[in-house]
T-cell receptor, first 114, second 113 residues
């Protein structure tokens, strides 16, 4: 069975500072990894994905994520946080064995203070 | 905007009733997935349809059923509603492929009283 862990319920960061939202995963085959963001009363918006290739993936709104196979991690990062980045962030995984469902973590609330 | 639409936006039902939720996928997408997001949790996979055929199911009871139409829109039906069915129901469309991205609609908020 595949699983995702987001160990922090909430991350607080000051505007302009770098941010990191942590994610670790477990899958049987090779992982396909995704980050989504959710604003209040909205659906999920896709930020970025890792399929294969470079371990550093760049996505929307200045976000990037680093894939680390040995640590089974896929942490989301941004060099300089904005107040508008405050939202709920979800990490998700699917494997390459044919199962198409995404397995999501429990989410991390990012709060960026002015 | 993802081009994925869901209706209705909000719905209030009572225990034991039945509900149908609808989803229109993004143009060109042939796969629809449904997820349940309870308050304070991540989305949980219900099932997926690919070209009108069910392509996987999560750990949900049989009273959760669905279908996909020739135009790739989809319905989620829930019978015999229970209080725990209160949640945000999310539909996601994608173009089938291992690395494909699922694009989500805004969701339907279901409240069961």
């Amino acid at each position: 069975a595949q699983s995702v862990a987001q160990p922090e319920d909430q991350v607080n960061v000051a505007e302009g500072n770098p941010l990191t939202v942590k994610c670790t995963y477990s899958v049987s085959g090779n992982p396909y990894l995704f980050w989504y963001v959710q604003y209040p009363n909205r659906g999920l918006q896709f930020l970025l994905k890792y399929i294969t290739g470079d371990n550093l993936v760049k996505g929307s709104y200045g976000f990037e994520a680093e894939f680390n196979k040995s640590q089974t991690s896929f942490h989301l990062k941004k060099p300089s946080a904005l107040v508008s980045d405050s939202a709920l962030y979800f990490c998700a995984v699917r494997d390459d064995t044919g199962r198409r469902a995404l397995t999501f973590g429990s989410g991390t609330r990012l709060q960026v203070q002015p | 905007e993802t081009g994925v639409t869901q209706s209705p936006t909000h719905l209030i039902k009572t225990r034991g009733q039945q509900v149908t939720l609808r989803c229109s996928s993004q143009s060109g997408h042939n796969t629809v997935s449904w997820y349940q997001q309870a308050l304070g949790q991540g989305p949980q996979f219900i099932f997926q349809y690919y070209r009108e055929e069910k392509n996987g199911r999560g750990n949900f009871p049989p009273r959760f059923s669905g279908l996909q139409f020739p135009n790739y829109s989809s319905e989620l039906n829930v019978n015999a509603l229970e209080l725990d069915d209160s949640a945000l129901y999310l539909c996601a469309s994608s173009l089938e492929g291992q690395g494909s991205v699922q694009y989500f609609g805004p969701g339907t908020r279901l409240t069961v009283l």
